[in-house]
């Protein structure tokens, strides 16, 4: 928020330099992120009076003027305003003179006649919005003088955080400036001046939607003249960063920024009449596609969660959000309506969401008001309307609910207070802090409970007999709600800076086992075996959402949620890129894949940690996986080797080392044959199970089809994809490793190639050699797989290394017992036999 100092001196007298104010208020929780000079762009700019106004001898729109600026010479300066006269005094920009925006004025020659530099409006030096006429400055105006010393000001960029709506205001960081340096408050006249007819006779207001608008006041004033704001109300907005737009609207603005209170005024003249006659407001949800234009002369089209501003015939404004152009305020208008609501915050936030709309009036909506605002808002507005405007203010207002809450309490301990703050501060110590930021206090009553906690669930503790005091927390402090809050107070008043650095009473733990141990033991893990991690959007495109989904996705393990269920799509997506939370990493992996491809980069090889997302009806959830994507060499040529691609058999590699650094058992492989996406070949089902035999490792793992490939232009001949759902991926610690003494006998080696069909799966041939091997074989494990002569077409060499152990030494017969048992096993349920 844009603080002008001069405008904030109106409320609190400030003594402090701006440096020592910004480190005061930034010491308060309210950080100041820059000091701007407001003017420091005026070079030269000083202050003239006009001697003589003459028509230019050559031009019929011109004026040649003389101007005295104190010293020398009086100046003679060409000028095209209207509004000039002599005796005025005028902003001079001398040759030489910087204007904002790097504007430089010199000495030139106008149909003739030399100008000696420029007469300024407001537009030009970016006081006022007026640019057509030259700004006139007032009679007392030191001749000579620097514009800036007496147009100048400091403008401070005051970060208000979002629990302290009540800060987004003059008045609430005059507070706050109050309880860093002790001075006092000065609030601004509200009650306006009324006469005329009682505003019941001419207005009514009916709340049909009154959970999403607690409160709404108007206040009704005619005869307006529609004009100019004052130049010292057009200079206060814009150094606030508002745009001056006419009396009317520059009057809510003011009491917007002043107060923290968004303000609307409509023509009344726009407002329809009701069935008694009377100009009808009505506060309600819109209907179902109504349309509004609203001032931004954007049509929009409107649901039933939208709550608007609208009279017996249509809609007038989103409520809270942006008025409607059909009543908004112009030159012709004579009659004003003044609205001063409370909308409920989370209404307004999802309606500006879902319309892609926000406004300084939304911002300010959406933290929450005070109640009592909705009534002083309107009364100061329809003040400085009439103050600006001219015109009778109706008597009385139109109030909706005019009940005011009283100040809520918070019941807190003062020695708990210390112990959180590492403070030795007596109570009346902290009764004094509270009270410079408004909160009174006195001695609990017996009954008096303290809050300690709202969420999850509220924490409520009795305290000890007379060690507890009751806050009376003002109406505009609606972050003060729990002990800790009250505690925040005292420290803020005080100064964090002069808060000691005490270690905490409590025992600290002196180790913690970290939740992510598994996940950063596979991403460990995957980094040494060659692959770099990726982190990619979790936002995704419909079209790559249904051409990477699975069909049968990946069962969850280790108690993550199930996966699947509907889509869960953003209401309003910056793209249609990232408009869809994905459900899988394939189709992210790919992508990613595909930009490095184009990019040139031939060999890719990545791995991703990240979540998938679902809903049932309105429950959401979301579950971890693993992803991998390989393409191009796995083994790059060299002099002495070909290279080698990746393939399936390498992603089953990385599952099986994934398993081992895991402490899983070992992976057990089933083809794949019924996945869209995936080569119908070329994939498989993967699972494992830990000691107490739970699956502790889920996976598909296969190439993609050649038509995804093609599709998404990939750029490769074969690209390998794995999604793995392991256990404690979420959040958990790896197992403990236990080591188990060598044995003191030397297991036997052997090497057994068999020759089995094409089609027969690898895996069934190891279990069948591990069914066979009787208790001696101790693994078995593939090694190799060989095609060609001296083999048929549908056959294929599978290479196992057997390994036999005993708690003896084994002998040569027993080995080949095994081994022809092993023999006899294949070829009977196989079909193969051992290659010679």
Known sequence: MRVPLSWLRDYVDVELTPEQLAERLTLLGMEVQKIERWGADWKDVVVGELLAVERHPHADRLFLTRVTVGAGEPLDIVCGATNIA?????????????????????????????????????????????????????????????LISLYGDIVLDVDVKPNRGDALSLVGLAREVAAATGAQIRWPETDPVEGGDDIEQRLAVTV??????????????????????????????????????????????????????????FDAA?????????????????????????????????DRETLVIADPERALGIA????????????????????????????????GQRYALRSEASLRFEKGHEVRLARIGADRCARLVAEWAGGDVARGRVDSDSVEPAPSTVTFRPDRVNRLLGTSLSVDEQRALLARVGLESEAAEPDDRVTVALEPQPVVVEPAPGTAITALVPTWRRDIVIEADVAEEVARVRGYDVVPSVLPH???????????????????????????????????????????????????VGGEPPPGGDRIEVTNPLSRDHSILRQGLLGSLADVVGTNRRQGRADVAIFEVGKGYGREGDRTREWWRLGVALTGAAEPAAWNRAGRPWDVDDAKGLLELLCRRLGFGEPAYAAERDEPVLHPGRSLRASATGDGGAPTLEAVVGELHPDVVGAWELRAERVVVAEVAVAGLGGGQLTAVRASPPSRHPAVERDLAVVVADDQPAASVVDVIRASGGDLLHSATLFDIYRGAPLADDEKSLAHRLVFAADRT???????????GITAAVATELGGRLRA
Request: charged share 25%; net charge negative.
């Open 810 to 820: 084994l002998t040569e017969a027993e080995i080949d017992a095994a081994i022809e």
């Open 86 to 146: 002599p005796g005025q005094r005028v902003p001079v920009a001398l040759p030489g003179a910087v204007l904002p925006g790097g504007r430089r004025i010199e000495r030139t020659e106008k149909m003739g006649v030399t100008s000696n530099g420029m007469l300024c409006s407001g537009d030009e030096l970016r006081l006022t919005a007026d640019a057509d006429e030259i700004l006139i400055l007032s009679d007392t105006a030191p001749l000579g003088a620097e």
């Open 506 to 556: 409590t025992p600290m733990p002196g180790w913690r086992p970290s939740p992510l141990e598994v996940r950063d033991a596979v991403r460990e893990m995957l980094i040494g075996a060659g692959l770099s991690e990726v982190i990619t959007f979790a936002l995704v495109s419909p079209r790559l959402h249904d051409a990477f989904g699975l069909r049968a996705p990946v069962p969850s």
């Open 320 to 351: 809270g959000i942006m008025g409607g152009a059909d009543s908004e305020v112009s030159e012709t208008t004579t009659d004003v309506v003044v609205e001063s609501a409370i909308f409920d915050p989370v209404a307004i936030r999802r309606t």
């Open 208 to 265: 049909e939607a009154p959970d999403l608008c607690p409160r709404f006041v108007a206040r009704r004033l005619s005869g307006v003249r529609v004009g100019a704001s004052p130049d010292l109300v057009q200079m206060r907005l814009l150094a606030a960063g508002m745009r001056p737009v006419s009396n009317v609207v520059d009057a809510s603005n003011y009491v917007m920024l002043e107060l923290g209170k968004p303000i609307h005024t």
């Open 270 to 302: 726009a407002i329809a009449a009701g069935t008694d006659g009377r100009a009808t407001i009505v506060v309600r949800r819109a209907r179902q596609d109504e349309p509004l234009e609203t001032l931004d002369h954007v049509r929009r089209t409107l």
